[in-house]
């Protein structure tokens, strides 16, 4: 079962990485700029692939080059560890 968030030490390593709290605390947000459209939607492609193999899914927005992903675990209605897990994976995808 997936339970909220309580070890603030998991969050500190994300927010160092260009990754915000979002105002109601609830979820991160970060803003990837990649070097053109293919590149940042070949990486949507793989970070898609991850986030159903973790069954944990992203909201997100392209707009040319740049994606903005807002992570948040709907079932318990703030951060769990899952967010934190495809955070980091979406982080090394970005290289
Ligand atoms: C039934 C299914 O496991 C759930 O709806 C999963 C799917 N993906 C999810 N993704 C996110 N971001 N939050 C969730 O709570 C969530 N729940």
Known sequence: MTEKLTDQSL??????????????????EKTYTFANFVEAFGW????AIWAEKLNHHPEWFNVFKTVKVTLTTHDVDGLSELDVKLARKMDKLAG
């Open 11 to 28: 969050l500190d390593p994300l927010l160092s990485q260009g990754w915000t709290l979002r105002d109601d605390g609830a979820a991160i």
């Open 44 to 47: 949507m492609a793989q970070a």
